[in-house]
């Protein structure tokens, strides 16, 4: 298929490049530093190659959510912003940004997003899960109070948020000791952005405010497959949920959530998350550097599911969510698309 959006795809500067070192064995590390600092070179050859129109481009994580002073934490996002506007300038037709912000301070979050929506014209924010606060090991997660002002500027301004991955703190990893392999894509990014995002739903925030839009990746981080349970667990036992919630979990995640392919590249698992949230709200990705275009590129052209929710799912819904000025759509027909 021609004219694919993929929006979980990230980029560093010198500041945030070595977060991502310990994603990958130190054999493979100057490849993926090269990928990472590449936006303009080997990335479009990449695109060209497999059918990606555009890329929506995010930085590295943890990166600005791991820099517990608050000024720090602006510095760095406003740096990596400004790097990115003037990246995205050079090609828009081809590249679009998310914001980075500051999320250790509400305030200073909200008047990053605003400028970046207003000013640099960002397409909206990637956060890279909870951030860290006071002496470095203080989490803080996004649905306690003092963030409900950010988000009500987030609704305001119309621009989705994408919640994405990070580890949990070692104070917070105890599970995993012996067994490092769970941590980061195998499993415990899942499980740290899957809480982070029940959590979200779980404290009301979407009864307050309905059209927020909230976009995680990886096929749902597993979100998907477990509504029914969460919904209904003990289902005899008539005692009310003790969320502050006033629907079904599952109503808001229908609702209010859109799920990316990204770094997910299994047909039965895209079904399941078709059957549970539509095609309509599940958006190609691919990940990159830390996957590969081809794996994505391929397996998504391939896939056994219709060429309409292909066409959705591969940019239509992504050009309609994101709002893009250029209809990607137009460019390239259906028939191509089926090519």
Known sequence: ????IALEEHFAIPDTLLDSAGFVPAEYWPELKGRLLDIQE???TEMDRHGIEMM????????VQAIPDRAMALEIARRANDYLAEQVAKRPTRFQAFAALPMQDPELATSELERCVKTLGFRGALVNGFSQIADGRAPIYYDLPQYWPFWARVEQLGTPF????RNPLPEDSRIYEGHSWLLGPTWAFGQETAVHALRLIGSGLFDAHPNLRIIVGHMGEGLPYSMWRIDHRNAWVKAPHKHKAKRKIRDYFNENFYLTTSGNFRTQTL????LEIGADRILFSVDWPFENVDHAADWFDAASISETDRVKIGRDNAARLFKLDRPVSASVGIDQAAE
């Open 1 to 4: 298929m021609q004219g694919k």
């Open 162 to 165: 994408y919640l994405h991955p």
């Open 271 to 274: 079904i399941d998350a078709m």
């Open 42 to 44: 080997r990335r479009l």
């Open 56 to 63: 929506i481009l995010s930085l590295n994580a943890p990166a």
